[in-house]
């Protein structure tokens, strides 16, 4: 019998020091399937290309591909998935790594059983690379169904990160292309992947996310997050031409009270700090 593919895409810039260990740890995977990592370094300006290439050189499973100059993440991807022809792909972003060694055959078994399924996630541990610092992402802790819809994608997207997903290759016969053509991040790309099937969830942390000062999202404020995350669901929102209109304002209405009980702190309410602070990070850490 054919041993299914499974492409696995890393999306780099400027990650030289964590590259490495993004690669290794995918390469480390166990299970019954052939296995690609493709690694699209998109202009780094520092080692990160040199770190790949001396891989690939000992390693023909790892496939390096460079742009002459920076496209940024959503057309960097747009080029990644173009070159998926394998029956499942899997990301690992440059600085994340996976913790898992059967973490792709755990994901493919699910999919393989499971037809209504697109792709599925697990859970993920924050790693805070300046203090040490591991912690559980308590939105998906909450999360207590084993299968998602779109809905749960617009309204609380518990998926939260690239690296923790496991997708069917003939998703990418569906996606809208128009979706990178804008500010994209992970959201979007779910909700485009929730219109065509469920979505499993595995409960097992088998990724790490690095929460470090040079990554964009990471150095946000709480604040700037809650404002960027409005903003996107009001841009989604009429890229989909408001068919999906009642479950973004809900999304949006979420985002906007965690906004106000910042402010409330912030202008001496009564509000406990820590409580309404720590209500707002959960949303959108």
């Known amino acids: 019998m054919r041993r299914k593919k499974i492409q696995v895409v890393v999306v780099t810039y400027n990650h030289e020091k964590y590259i490495a260990q993004a690669i290794t740890n995918a390469l480390g995977q166990q299970g019954e399937f052939e296995i690609e990592v493709m690694v699209f370094d998109d202009a780094s300006t520092d080692k990160t290309r040199e770190v790949v290439m001396e891989i690939a050189n000992n390693d023909d499973r790892v496939k390096l591909f460079t742009n002459a100059k920076n496209i940024m993440l959503e057309k960097n991807l747009q080029k990644a998935l173009s070159h998926i022809d394998s029956d499942y792909f899997a990301f690992c972003e440059g600085d994340d790594f996976w913790t898992n060694k059967f973490k792709l055959q755990e994901q493919m078994n699910m999919l393989e059983e499971k037809h209504s399924l697109i792709m599925n996630y697990h859970h993920v541990l924050y790693f805070n690379q300046e203090t040490g610092e591991k912690s559980l992402n308590k939105v998906q802790l909450k999360t207590n169904k ?116 910042i402010g409330n702190v912030v202008n001496g309410s009564t509000l406990g700090k820590a409580a309404a602070v720590a209500a707002a990070v959960a949303a959108i850490v």
């Open 146 to 261: 084993d299968v998602m819809t779109l809905e749960d994608v617009i309204v609380s997207y518990p998926i939260r990160n690239f690296s923790s997903c496991f997708y069917r290759g003939s998703l990418l016969d569906k996606v809208n292309p128009n979706i990178f053509g804008m500010y994209m991040a992970d959201w979007l790309f779910h909700i485009e992947t929730a219109r065509y099937g469920q979505i499993g969830v595995i409960r097992t942390p088998m990724s790490q996310y690095r929460v470090h000062g040079t990554s964009l999202w990471s150095s946000m404020t709480v604040k700037e997050k809650l404002n960027k995350n409005i903003e996107m669901a009001k841009m989604y929102n009429k890229f989909y031409g408001y068919q999906y209109n009642d479950l973004f304002s809900r999304c949006i209405a979420s985002y906007e009270k965690d906004l106000k009980a």
